[in-house]
């Protein structure tokens, strides 16, 4: 049997010796050539024995990152080594690379999450994206409109696999896409569902952390009744773990327990990511161990995931699996250590687990609440964009009071809008009514330190001859402008041409996911705003 890489080499040999016609472009739902999808120029030596795995949904809008998932339509499990992929069609086919070690089963699904470490690009709001096989034969392409897919929707095929794209209202990252809202009761789990019926998604007593037994779908299907299932076995649990911020992980030993020496011991999640417990690390009864990502192990959590725990022999300790958006602020277990694994009203990291909503009111910032009392999150009345005074947290934990705070010096540029959503977008704004020169200004996100080199990607510093007009903006945009991506919880700080922060701001985990913006523009606080109008007076 020839190989395909003989199929390369002899096929081309054939044509010239023939005289037969170069093949054109597949006509089906695949694009199998090197040039841009509609060039019309066929360049591929044999049919890719990856057609079939085709581009199902898009989230150029995603929380907490942006993601795309692929589609296996064929009867054969598909290894996506050598595969890659890009929104730079034309330009950059090997742009992103999938992990190595996936395999996506016959008619199986992947999802591939977009962070500022991996690729280092995201989905814009009027983009494209292409995969290729090894051999750089693009398999499948789509592209999109501006608006085409919000945040909170996706653009994906319906019927999966086939279908045209289309909004979808409800994203269902690694399930099949539907139309409209799921309906609970239909033994089909769409959508936000954790379950329907009989369809538990894969769903396990082991998998949600219990010993064996029988799990079933509860009345609303946004959780599962495990009353059919066996106690907790092993006194070493996965105990809390959550997909936004710096994707957390936390371990915990029950207090009847023997300390632990968890060297040896490692951590894997659903896409191959590993983290090794260090010489030294150990965990004593009744105690509590969180890890974080860049900090010690590497991968993200994704949107919808799963984590195991192995000890030194490679056998399971306990493991957690969650559906799209279950870990989203917490994924834990109910009471704490020993019960079933769900959706937490609250991040308890490196304390008892709580499902009780925050309260406002009780000093302590917790789950979705932006300030409480008075913990404002290092927030103060300068990273609200004023000069100075006393920032306050309003009566229901979920923005900042700005009456205290006050402006003694005008400045004249100030930061206006930002996204961490498409393409990280950073708004600036010229409050003054004449030219400014912006020669040598420059923007940062979190993660540039003054001084220290390996930081100098996380810093932008503008070209000479660039300007703003009077009661202008300016927007500067991810991968044109600056080479950073903005995080679900970031910042940003505007320096002038002397290298004098002039303005900065930061924001929660989820308050730029559409737009973060000042109103009115220039002068007012910053918000949580609907709807984003880079290049525009903000609502």
């Not at 395999?103 to 494209?128: H, K, M, N």
């Amino acid at each position: 049997m020839r190989t395909l890489r003989a199929e390369l080499l002899i096929l081309p040999l054939l044509a010239a010796c023939s005289g037969a016609v170069d093949p054109a472009v597949d006509g089906g739902t695949n694009n199998n050539n090197t040039g841009t999808p509609d060039s019309g120029v066929a360049v591929d030596a044999g049919p890719s024995p990856y057609l079939g795995l085709v581009i199902n949904e898009v989230a150029p809008a995603g929380a907490p990152s942006d993601w795309f998932e692929l589609y296996n339509t064929t009867a054969n499990d598909l290894s996506l080594d050598g595969l890659t992929y890009t929104d730079d069609i034309v330009g950059d086919p090997t742009k992103g690379a999938f992990p190595a070690g996936i395999t996506v089963s016959a008619g199986g699904f992947y999802v591939q999450l977009l962070t500022d470490t991996d690729p280092g690009f995201g989905l814009g709001s009027d983009e494209e994206l292409g995969v290729y096989d090894p051999q750089g034969r693009l398999l499948d392409s789509v592209d999109w409109a501006a608006d085409a897919a919000p945040a909170g929707s996706s653009w994906g095929r319906f019927p999966d696999g086939t279908g045209a794209f289309e909004n979808l209202a409800v994203p269902s990252p690694g399930a099949a896409n539907q139309r409209g809202n799921p309906t609970c009761g239909d033994d089909v789990r769409q959508g936000a569902e954790a379950c329907d019926g009989a369809d538990l998604g894969g769903t396990t007593c082991e998998s949600l952390g219990l010993g064996a037994g029988t799990v079933t779908c509860n009345a609303t299907c946004d959780g599962f009744d495990t009353a059919g299932c066996g106690a907790v076995t092993t006194p070493l649990v996965i105990n809390e773990l959550t997909s936004s911020g710096d994707d957390e992980i936390e371990l915990f030993l029950a207090a009847d327990a023997a300390a632990v020496d968890l060297e040896g011991y490692w951590l894997q999640d659903a896409g191959g990511g590993r983290y090794d417990f260090p010489a030294g690390a150990a965990l004593d009864p009744g105690a509590y161990l969180v890890l974080v990502k860049g900090v010690d192990h590497t991968f993200g959590l994704g949107g919808s995931d799963s984590l195991a725990l192995y000890d030194p022999l490679d056998q399971l300790v306990d493991s957690a699996t969650y559906a799209a958006g279950m870990a989203e602020v917490s994924f834990c277990r109910i009471p704490n250590g020993t019960g079933p694994f769900k959706a937490c009203a609250q991040a308890t990291f490196g304390a008892e687990n709580s499902d009780d909503a925050p309260t406002c009111g009780d000093d302590l910032r917790e789950g979705a609440e932006i300030c409480d009392g008075a913990d404002l999150a290092g927030q103060d009345c300068t990273t609200q964009g004023f000069s100075g005074g006393s920032l306050g947290c309003n009566a229901t934990c979920d923005g900042f009071d700005t009456a205290g705070c006050f402006t003694t010096t005008a400045t004249t540029v100030v930061l206006n809008e930002v996204t961490s959503s498409g393409d990280d977008q950073i708004e600036l704004y010229n409050t003054t009514g004449g030219i400014i020169d912006l020669s040598g200004w420059a923007v940062a996100d979190d993660g540039y330190m003054a001084g220290d080199p390996t930081t100098a990607d996380h810093l932008y510093t503008l070209a000479a001859g660039r300007q703003i007009d009077p009661f202008e903006h300016l927007v500067l945009v991810k991968g044109t402008d600056h080479p950073f991506g903005l995080g679900s919880s970031d910042g940003v700080r505007l320096f002038d041409a002397a290298g004098v922060l002039v303005n900065e701001v930061n924001w929660a985990t989820g308050d730029a996911a559409t737009s973060y913006c000042r109103s009115p523009d220039g002068t007012g606080p910053w918000q949580v705003c609907a709807t984003a109008t880079f290049g525009a007076a903000n609502p």
